[in-house]
């Protein structure tokens, strides 16, 4: 009886320990594009900032289309070493319009985004899917809100991107500037997907932040030791 008994605890402490061992929410667990967002999903993703190649591996174990892009070194403030362009030539990806071109961590993070929030709040709220996703850019060497003084941007290491609208496969376009306040499913959606960007990106601004994000939602992956900011 002692042995059975025994047996039955070595077992069950395996199984937990496997549990624990490969379990998502934990924070030892390597990153996957096909897992659901965790609790140190955005730490992941910020220690991909200092593992490029396993940034790409990323990518090519979920099969994301991409192209690394050459380094682009425009001052101590500006420009970046790890940059990739999601080429998109995937069935049923979803599209770029210019296309994105970010640092390797943005691109992860744009991926989880699209595959768990986007498509999802498309399908509950609009009852279609987003064909294309609309942005006004991710690198730009310019200061915070274009100012002439002050700390420079995420968007100067390409570790930002602007969200401007979301063309629908059934030929609708949903717009921040147009359908922010609309009190309808478009203003669902774009709230929902709002939302699902502060679990994922370490800052994440819309139009209930200020005038400046009237027309965007920003998104950006900035280093500030695990915290989120989320508006």
């Given at each position: 009886m002692r042995l059975i008994l025994f047996v039955i605890l070595l077992a069950l402490l395996l199984r937990g320990y496997e549990?624990?061992?490969?379990?998502?929410?934990?924070?030892?667990?390597?990153?996957?594009?096909?897992?659901?967002?965790?609790?140190?999903?955005?730490?992941?993703?910020?220690?991909l900032a200092?593992?490029?190649p396993q940034c790409h591996r990323l990518l090519e174990e979920?099969?994301?289309?991409?192209?690394?892009?050459?380094?682009?070194?425009?001052?101590p403030q500006c420009g970046y070493d790890n940059g990739v362009t999601l080429t998109r030539d995937r069935p049923q990806a979803i599209a770029y319009s210019p296309a994105a071109k970010t640092s390797c961590p943005m691109a992860v993070s744009l991926v989880l985004w699209e595959k768990q929030i986007v498509n999802a709040a498309a399908a509950r709220h609009l009852g279609t899917s987003v064909e294309e996703i609309v942005t006004y850019g991710s690198y730009s060497c310019r200061r915070v809100n274009n100012a002439q003084t002050g700390n420079f941007s995420e968007h100067?290491?390409?570790?930002?991107?602007?969200?401007?609208?979301?063309?629908?496969?059934?030929?609708r376009t949903v717009s921040v500037a147009g359908h922010w306040d609309a009190d309808d499913e478009r203003s669902r959606f774009l709230k929902a997907v709002r939302d699902?960007?502060?679990?994922?990106?370490?800052?994440?601004?819309?139009?209930?932040y200020n005038k400046a994000h009237r027309d965007h939602l920003h998104f950006d992956q900035a280093r500030r030791g695990g915290s989120h900011y989320c508006r």
């Amino acid at each position: 009886m002692r042995l059975i008994l025994f047996v039955i605890l070595l077992a069950l402490l395996l199984r937990g320990y496997e549990w624990v061992a490969h379990d998502y929410r934990m924070p030892w667990t390597p990153l996957s594009l096909a897992a659901p967002i965790g609790p140190f999903t955005t730490r992941k993703i910020d220690a991909l900032a200092d593992d490029t190649p396993q940034c790409h591996r990323l990518l090519e174990e979920a099969s994301i289309g991409y192209s690394p892009l050459p380094p682009v070194d425009a001052g101590p403030q500006c420009g970046y070493d790890n940059g990739v362009t999601l080429t998109r030539d995937r069935p049923q990806a979803i599209a770029y319009s210019p296309a994105a071109k970010t640092s390797c961590p943005m691109a992860v993070s744009l991926v989880l985004w699209e595959k768990q929030i986007v498509n999802a709040a498309a399908a509950r709220h609009l009852g279609t899917s987003v064909e294309e996703i609309v942005t006004y850019g991710s690198y730009s060497c310019r200061r915070v809100n274009n100012a002439q003084t002050g700390n420079f941007s995420e968007h100067a290491t390409a570790n930002a991107i602007d969200i401007a609208a979301f063309r629908l496969a059934d030929g609708r376009t949903v717009s921040v500037a147009g359908h922010w306040d609309a009190d309808d499913e478009r203003s669902r959606f774009l709230k929902a997907v709002r939302d699902g960007g502060c679990e994922i990106f370490a800052t994440t601004l819309s139009p209930d932040y200020n005038k400046a994000h009237r027309d965007h939602l920003h998104f950006d992956q900035a280093r500030r030791g695990g915290s989120h900011y989320c508006r």
